[in-house]
């Protein structure tokens, strides 16, 4: 090639680079991301405001907008307003972001209060532009609607929408939100109509101290709650809060954040969250569950709470709280706690079952686990039904069918995953032993046969997401030991050894498999399982009157449910009730 041709042809190839660069830098805006805080004042409720804005910093957002009303004001003492605008400068020096302000009836209620605004923040109104997006910030801090602002203001306000008409977004903020009782109720509004002409993108306002939000005529309107002064929350359930703003080259989005929701990074650090898990397992539990008798009525009507400060230099002090519902009575329902570092106390409460098992009373304290933080630690009171596993005569021949007369006392009383009446078909577990193995086995009740969903044939398969029963068994009450064994319509297998981890929770091993025979069958309007487990194969002997931990279920698929033994079904021993050896 020669050397002009080759010069001609590299200069179109940076001339289509720079083409093309330039038009991407034109299509795609950078995005932006600023946070608008609510009203300060109006009640102010003192610390709020200064947590709202040490969350914002955390956030680090481009840039930081104000709805109003950040001083207290209604008042003619300029000393007195020059001394809130001095706290409240020193409130958001915090912010290491630009911050831009809408002025709000607290700030502005007279001419000398206008006079000490300017001296501090600046006109009341006014606009700018970043990345192409225009920003403009109007005072309706002394007038009711629309019609009062003043010609001046509507002038310059309809003169700088119309030089800016170009820009990808516009938003107006102002404090009062006149569009709620105008636009929104059907009626003309002047800025409203001023808007609609300009389309402008959003607006946002305070003033009312409640969030609530509308879209009219293509314009997003939204009305900021409280950042600090006195509030209800309202139905959104929004107390104190801020809100963000995402913008990039096709669209924005709006999401209010509550205060108390953005953390720093280092809130708590991995040492302290294993000492809460310690605080969880070891500092705070009941001494033994309460038994329940055939019928569900408790047999002990008292029961102890063990309580033991682990912290080495911090003193718990706190108040142990019931939450009864509507079924129980516990007496006393408020007990104050006070524990130097090391002790421990027991703590004896009175217990009274007046209706339904479920829900369980609950008991919480806020425990310290570091100087200056707590953590609540709820628990619920734990119960523990019997199931009774007969001797048999003659061992049952597993068949899958349920005929013999070691077949002849089903626990049948079970829950929903909720604690609730079940809502699956009725199931019958039974229980029955020799001297070498224990036995299972379970009816279940099915209206549409054909819709049993077995298809796993794998030992081992996912076949809890199937039609199923399933049973967690420890044979030792005192050994974390836990045996989780599944049974499909088709007598397919899943099971696997559960035991303590290091963490403090259960963690299970699917390799572990037992050696066990199980048969099923299915009938017109059932399917049942019988299966044969030696007592080898969980690492255990049988002698009359022992008791393990046990609990067990039937999962449905055709109604998306289970019936449960006891509630919750988990890994965790403690939740099990007891089988009974006869």
């Not at 003169?159 to 003309?188: C, I, M, R, Y």
């Not at 609950?362 to 630690?377: A, E, L, M, R």
């Not at 005192?478 to 989780?484: G, H």
Request: with cysteine; proline share 5%.
């Amino acid at each position: 090639m020669k050397k002009g041709v080759f010069v001609i042809c590299l200069g179109l190839l940076f001339a289509i680079m720079i083409y093309f660069n330039s038009a991407v830098a034109t299509e795609i805006a950078p995005s932006l991301r600023f946070i608008i805080i609510g009203d300060r004042t109006g009640g102010n409720v003192p610390d709020i405001y200064e947590e709202i804005v040490a969350e914002v910093e955390r956030l680090k957002p481009d840039f930081v907008m104000t709805v109003g009303d950040m001083i207290e004001g209604y008042t003619a003492d300029t000393v007195r307003l020059n001394n809130q605008w001095d706290e409240y400068k020193s409130i958001i020096s915090k912010l290491s972001m630009p911050i831009y302000y809408t002025p709000g009836n607290h700030d502005i209620t007279t001419d000398a209060a206008l006079g000490t605004y300017k001296k501090h923040i600046g006109e009341p109104y006014y606009s700018f532009d970043i990345n192409n997006i225009h920003f403009v910030i109007i005072d309706n801090s002394r007038w009711n609607k629309s019609d009062e602002l003043p010609k001046e203001q509507i002038d310059w306000l309809i003169n700088d929408l119309k030089n800016n008409q170009n820009a990808k977004f516009t938003f107006v903020f102002h404090h009062k939100p006149f569009w709620f009782e105008s636009t929104a109720a059907g009626k003309s509004d002047t800025l409203h109509s001023i808007f609609k002409t300009y389309g402008i993108s959003a607006i946002f306002n305070g003033h009312y101290h409640e969030y609530f939000s509308g879209k009219y005529d293509g314009i997003t309107y939204t009305c900021l709650g409280s950042s600090g002064g006195s509030c209800d929350p309202g139905p959104t359930g929004l107390h104190y809060h801020f809100t963000l703003v995402t913008v990039d080259d096709k669209q924005f989005s709006i999401a209010p954040i509550k205060i108390g929701s953005v953390l720093p990074w280092d809130e708590i650090s991995a040492n302290e969250m294993k000492y809460v898990y310690d605080i969880k397992s070891k500092g705070f539990d009941f001494e033994n569950p309460l038994e329940l008798d055939q019928k569900l009525d408790l047999i002990d009507k008292t029961f102890n709470v063990k309580l033991h400060n682990l912290n080495k230099d911090i003193k718990l002090e706190d108040t142990l709280r019931w939450e009864t519902f509507g079924g129980w009575k516990v007496t006393p329902e408020i007990l104050p706690i006070s524990l130097n570092s090391g002790d421990s106390t027991e703590a004896k409460f009175a217990i009274e079952k007046l209706g339904a098992l479920y829900p369980k009373p609950q008991i919480s304290i806020n425990y310290p686990y570091k100087s200056g933080k707590k953590t609540k630690i709820s628990k619920e009171i734990i119960t523990s039904r019997k199931a009774f596993c007969s001797l048999a005569k003659k061992s049952p021949i597993i068949d899958g069918i349920i005929n013999e007369p070691m077949w002849s006392s089903p626990d049948f009383i079970l829950f929903s995953p909720e604690g609730e009446n079940i809502i699956t078909d009725s199931v019958f577990f039974y229980f029955t032993h020799d001297n070498n193995n224990l036995y299972l086995a379970a009816y279940c009740k099915e209206q549409k046969v054909d819709s049993i969903m077995a298809v796993q044939t794998e030992r081992d398969a996912p076949i809890y997401g199937e039609d199923c029963v399933g049973f967690f068994i420890q044979p030792d009450i005192d050994t974390d030991i836990v045996y989780q064994i599944y049974f499909n319509p088709l007598g397919v297998s899943f099971d696997q050894k559960i035991t303590r981890a290091e963490s403090g929770g259960m963690s299970g091993d699917p390799k572990w498999n037992g050696n066990y025979e199980v048969k099923t069958t299915r009938g017109k309007d059932f399917w049942s399982v019988e299966a044969q487990i030696p007592f080898s194969e969980l690492s255990t002997k049988i002698e009359s009157g022992r008791s393990w931990g046990l609990n067990f279920r039937r999962k449905q698929f055709r109604l998306a449910s289970s019936a449960n033994w006891q509630v919750p079904i988990d890994y965790e021993p403690s939740s099990f009730g007891r089988l009974i050896f006869q």
